[in-house]
């Protein structure tokens, strides 16, 4: 039988992140022209890839209609210049849309059926406010099939406070204050930099250019976030600053079959070990990661103890230290989201799992002695979703 | 000085091309400023330049080459 090609994740690059809403960098921006920008910027930074090479385009977007709307990945791949032959698609699956675009695309490449794609997302959710325009169906709430406030987030990570009480309050701003100081020592170091496309954006003072995520709070403390108020229920625990803001951004990657890498010339970062997808109940969504990840972990062969670097979305602190614990890892892991997370950097809801494989790659260049990392995060309507990589700058393990 | 005053007045309904300018930190460090053309419309009016936009341009082009200059002679080695 003929073997299966190893997928690898050639690169990846993405805007910077801006706040969402009027007072953001991007307010005056498109969503569709913040994906394609990245791609275009990814293209460029890939001048071997020929263009007519490319076998299909997948673009995420949780809203899929206005200036995030006619099929995104076809519409989006003209507009970066990408020949008319080079089809396009669309995918959903709220905050992993970027993330199942790598899977999806990375299916088709095992199969045989691809030797490259495009695969990425975007979210402008100053343009797009969560939950806008959808209409549940009534069932949901009239046959109890799910509480009728699981569609808000905040209420999901306000029950993870609950069903766990040894997730306090004082561990998830912990948690959030490491979040934004890694990530002020990670640009400090330029770490991030280097895999921003600058985006041209304007404003009453002319035109600009966008070079840094937008939603830093470096100067957090303990006592700050002790006083802010809770977001989403009276008494409440979860703040908007131990939550990921809303934010406008897009990622976007290369995703190859070696050999097609190999033959092109094109460098590899990553290779795909494993990825899987699962279920929970919406009203704790996340905790989604930690049945996706087992799983993931079930079809590579490996355990937890395998994984040498995470990249977790941070949706809410609570949400991140629910699978800390269950997999017996601490708040406070170096190995965990070394250079901050979602929380500082913003979650652009469908572009953020090629964010997280972005800052990993980087993260693997620098770990020559760690092997598998892992990327993973949970989604809106209780699910959960993960990839586990391997580091081709492994050389062999050394004492830390 | 030149006296423009003539070539300015010479279209009262010139659509002006504005210059602005903005700060923009490089990976570097350094601060580079990007002036930008903007007359204010969309595709179907695309910028024309006129006396009072190069005029507006030109007076930019000046203060900035000054703030150049004093960053140059305080910059540290
Ligand atoms: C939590 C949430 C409701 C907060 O929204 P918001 O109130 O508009 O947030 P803001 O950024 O305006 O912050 C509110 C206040 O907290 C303050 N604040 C936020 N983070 C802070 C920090 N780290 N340190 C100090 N102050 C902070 C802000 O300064 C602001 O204060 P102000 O009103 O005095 O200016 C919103 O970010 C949210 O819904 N997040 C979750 C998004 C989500 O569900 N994503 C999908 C996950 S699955």
Sequence with gaps: MAQTPDVVFVDGVRTPFGRAGEKGQYWRTRGDDLIVKAMIGLLERNPNLPKDRVDDVAIAATSQTGDQGPTIGRSAGILAGLPLSVPGYALDRMCAGAMTTVTTIAGAIAFGAYDIGIAGGVEHMGHHPMGQGIDPNPRFVAENLVAADALNMGNTAERLHDRFPQLTKERADHYAMRSQQKLEVAYQAGRIQPDLIPVAIQSDEGWGLATEDQGRRPETTMETLAGLKPSFRPHGRVTAGNSSPLTDGATVSLIASADTARELNLGVKMRMVSFAFAGVEPEVMGIGPIPSTEKALRKAGLTIGDIGLFELNEAFAVQVLSFLDHFGIDDDDPRVNLWGGAIAIGHPLASSGVRLMIQLARQFEEHPEVRYGLTAMCVGLGQGGSVIWENPHYRGRSKR | ?77
């Design chain 2, 1 to 77: 000085m030149t006296d423009f005053s003539k070539l300015l007045a010479l279209d009262p309904d010139e659509v002006v091309t504005h210059s602005f300018v903005r700060d923009i930190r490089l990976p570097s460090g350094k601060t580079l400023a990007l002036i930008t053309l903007d007359n204010g419309k969309d595709y179907t009016r695309p910028n024309t330049l006129g006396p009072n936009t190069l005029h507006e341009l030109s007076g930019v082009l000046d203060r900035l080459a000054a703030r150049g200059r004093r960053r140059r002679s305080t910059a540290s080695p």
